[in-house]
């Protein structure tokens, strides 16, 4: 069983929708959730950036973190065609550099 | 200023080759990870060097091997190519010491495109 799964899509919604994307994950040591964006044969782009549990708002973007369930969400409002792209969550232990990637959701919004 | 930056952008080899790829971190970070992304599949770590010395390892054979130089930029080494090795090769910098104990950004260059023929 992978340290992080989520759900490699592909997921397609129509311009203007809202996007939620999940990750969940089996080791509780983690304390440091990230979500990346990253477009076709590019690097990843840092979205969001959270700390333990609780909520983080960014613009269109919410990340969510719920230790208790080991599952981590982000939710993108007013989704745009520019919005298309592999999604990658990622976490990290407290002290550790090395970050845990889950596979990537790719995300299309049609216009 | 400058993001990350990462040379060559391409690479095509043949199996047993060797390749070595290189890394600029941001200007005043002083921290390098190395991940490998499978196309298809989430980033994996291999190396993270900090202060020119090696800080974490990755599950990956001793074919791979790292460097970091005095002005933190860093080198990533495969030896015996396989056709296993083709993938993106990804570096991520960070201010490093004591705030990975922290909200510590990594910040990704464009990465490597490796091709093993």
């Known amino acids: 069983q992978k340290e992080v799964e989520q759900d490699p899509g592909p997921l397609s919604v129509p311009e203007g929708a809202i996007v939620s994307l999940n990750c969940t994950y089996s080791?509780?040591?983690?304390?440091?959730f990230m979500w990346y964006r990253q477009y076709s044969r590019k690097g990843p782009e840092l979205l969001m950036y959270t700390y333990s549990s609780g909520n983080k708002e960014d613009g269109r973007f919410t990340a969510q973190v719920d230790k208790s369930s080991k599952y981590i969400s982000l939710f993108i409002r007013d989704s745009q065609p520019s919005d298309s792209a592999t999604y990658l969550c990622a976490m990290k232990k407290e002290g550790a550099q090395k970050l845990v990637f889950g596979q990537g959701t790719r995300l299309t919004i049609n216009p | 200023d400058a993001g990350v930056t990462q040379s060559p952008t391409h690479l095509i080899k043949t199996r047993g080759q060797h390749v070595t790829l290189r890394c600029s971190p941001i200007s005043g970070h002083k921290s390098v990870s190395w991940y490998q992304q499978v196309l298809g599949q989430g980033p994996q770590f291999i190396f993270q060097?900090?202060?020119?010395?090696?800080?974490g390892r990755g599950n990956f054979p001793d074919r791979f091997s790292a460097r970091q130089f005095p002005n933190y930029s860093s080198e990533l080494n495969v030896n015996a190519l396989l056709l296993g090795d083709s993938a993106l090769y990804l570096c991520a910098s960070s201010l490093g010491g004591i705030r990975d104990r922290a909200l510590n950004e990594q910040f990704f260059g464009p990465g490597t495109r490796l091709t093993v023929l």
């Open positions: 080791n509780s040591a983690f304390q440091y």
């Open positions: 060097y900090y202060e020119k010395e090696e800080r």
